[in-house]
């Protein structure tokens, strides 16, 4: 009959008792050599008892598999980037990255920034990251994940007249041009096009409720600082087209999963050709920072009266992911590349 570890236990007890029993009966008649025996076997069987009944409540309350994984596993994840492990239920090995200095943030002429590591989910640093901003054309980025909910790829609609008249930056679409809507949100977030966003906004929905929808996203995106009046990224009337740095985090980091958004946003040069071959123009990214810096992979730029220069950029190597908010500024790109060089001066994500 097989017996149980408890059963074993048990076992191990009665003999380590009963050889206590007969070391306390013999222990004046026996000779030396006879108690040291009992009293060895006594301890061993003791010993062994302990050791079962440790294993026993180990395995019971998981502590074996936070040995075994703070002995292999955490090795294996620092060698692979991780930034935390757990070893026997101690917090935080490693965190990354590693700060190298404590110099001070560069004078830049941004009102709003946030510097996020994007693996890491941790803010490197930030400047009125709450404050409320017009957000200009990143607006787009909402206004593409609308689009993708609403159609297929594939899907080809009418360029509307009203269209035409977007006051934004423009492809120049003639009234009753043809395009997919891939095609469309190509050039809606490389060349930022008002006009792609119109059109996107006007099929198979009416324009008011693809607001709707974009304020209803936002919400449910945890943007609480967030309202949009329009999809192209206009002023609103008396400020009502607003955001700020933190919300723009939350909405790019939704964006950049996205594998298509996350493909078009890097693509310095695009050709936009209709459906009938009658149209077609090659459209420049508006981040110029696509040319200057070689791990620029996004994201998306903005420019109104009300809200100055707007950047949301990402940077990206082997070793780090990097999004720079900037809001307010009056040289986006300049300061971009000022903040950048801060922190990659500042940090390191080297762990060897």
Known sequence: MTLTLSQNLLLYVLYSFAYVIAFLDHVLIFPLKRVYEVVSRSTLLLINAVFVFFLIYSIRTGYVHRVFEGLVYAPYQ???????????????????????????APNISAESVLVWDVDNQRELYSKNKEEKHAPASTTKLMTALIALDLYPLDEKLVVPGECTLVDSTRVNYPSGEIFTVKSLLYSLLVASAGDSACVLSSGSVDYNSFVD??????????????????????????????????????????????????????????????????????????NDLLWEIPQTVGVKTGTTEEAGEVLIYEYKDDEKNILVLIMGSKDRFGDTKELLDWILNKYSWNIQ
Do not use: C, W
């Open 213 to 286: 929808l974009m304020n209803v996203k936002a919400a449910n995106y945890g943007m609480e600082n967030t309202h949009f009046t329009n999809p192209v990224g206009l002023d609103g009337i008396n400020g009502g087209h607003y955001s700020t740095a933190e919300d723009l985090l939350k909405l790019s980091l939704i964006a950049i999963r996205n594998p298509l958004i996350s493909e078009i946003v890097k693509t310095p040069v695009y050709k936009i050709v209709s459906e009938d071959f009658n149209f077609s123009k090659d459209l420049r990214n508006t």
């Open 78 to 104: 620092l060698s692979m980037g991780y930034t935390e492990s757990n070893v026997l239920g101690m917090s935080k090995v490693l965190s990354l990255p590693i700060q190298l200095n404590d110099s001070e």
